[in-house]
């Protein structure tokens, strides 16, 4: 069944124009003039993805799209607003209120690409609910299709990766989790545009400062679809240095968790061993001498030492 989105505004020429926009898309859209009648189709209807303006008479937008987590917590917010509102709307995804936001007048590709990342992100969030081995690893190996260099790189990476913790004598469930936050520990690319994942030019810093951000938002989704706190922290701190110079958050040494130290080895190496927009995969004694070097700065120095001691290549994944 076609996801449903609901476009919520006081003025009903907005609305029109909206489903003009969307004529013919693959998706059931819905509308309500006033925050008060969006609140009585959420009650009723699964709404995938809810699209609000902020200033309308009686509840405002921000308002609105706070209520409708408490009734539908799955349900994709984005908040539409004028460019007068924008720190508003800028608050509201620093508290988790909001997705995302498009400003008025919009672009119509950028609204329908904003609706498509929110339906995306609500199939990954729902698919996550059922918390099951096959359709993690499959919805892992789809999130992979949005980048053709990636392909296989989840599965590598959770084998490379379980290699170690079993060489750590870490406990069956934490390898479970370490292979599950392998599988998804790029979930959060799903809100990445695939222009901006594929493009072999230099990122501007806008580009980059999004691609940045795909650690919180995977975390942000496998902590409301209540994930385990290991593969929680795989995703969130994957991009983490050991030296302090990575990204989302900076923390450093052994302040980054141990699953997320042994899961950014693994990623590293099969990023090394890989082909690369910018580059071809290197060879595995060039992939061990830049690991080696890079340990104690970007990698953890003991992890990195354990893991180039193992027989990893030729023939292993």
Request: charged share 25%; hydrophobic share 40%.
């Amino acid at each position: 069944m076609a996801e449903t989105v609901l476009f919520v505004d006081d003025e009903e020429y907005i609305l029109n124009a909206v489903e003009r926009i969307f004529i013919g898309s693959a998706w059931r859209i819905l509308r309500a003039a006033s925050g008060e009648e969006a609140l009585l189709i959420i009650g009723k209807e699964e709404i995938a993805v809810l699209v609000s303006d902020n200033l309308m008479p009686g509840i405002k937008g921000v308002e609105l799209l706070s209520l409708a987590k408490s009734i539908s917590p799955d349900t994709v917010k984005i908040l539409m607003t004028g460019h007068a509102d924008i720190p508003t709307a800028i608050d509201a995804i620093n508290r988790g209120e909001v997705y995302r936001f498009v400003e008025k007048p919009w672009d119509n590709t950028v609204l329908i690409n904003t609706v498509a990342e929110g339906i995306e992100r609500y199939r990954l969030l729902r698919s996550l609910r059922i918390n099951d081995e096959a359709v993690t690893r499959s919805l892992a190996q789809t999130i992979e299709l949005k980048d053709p260099y990636t392909r296989g790189h989840c599965d590598r990476v959770a084998e490379y990766a379980l290699l170690l913790a079993k060489t750590m004598r870490l406990s069956g469930e934490m390898q479970k989790g370490i292979v599950y936050g392998s599988w998804l520990h790029d979930c959060g690319k799903i809100g990445v545009p695939e222009s901006i994942l594929n493009n072999p030019e230099r990122l501007t810093e806008k580009e980059w400062l999004m691609i940045k951000q795909h650690p919180v938002w995977g975390a942000d989704v496998a902590r409301q679809a209540e994930l385990s706190p290991v593969v929680i922290n795989i995703i969130q701190f994957h991009h983490e240095r050991w030296d302090g110079e990575g990204y989302p958050t900076g923390i450093t040494g052994r302040d980054i968790p141990l699953e997320a130290r042994i899961v950014t080895i693994a990623d590293v190496f099969d990023a090394l061993r890989s082909d690369r927009p910018y580059r071809k995969a290197l060879p595995q004694a060039e992939s061990r001498k830049i690991m080696a070097d890079n340990a104690g700065t970007m990698l953890d120095p003991e992890l990195t030492e354990r893991f180039l001691s193992l027989p990893i290549e030729p023939g292993f994944a």
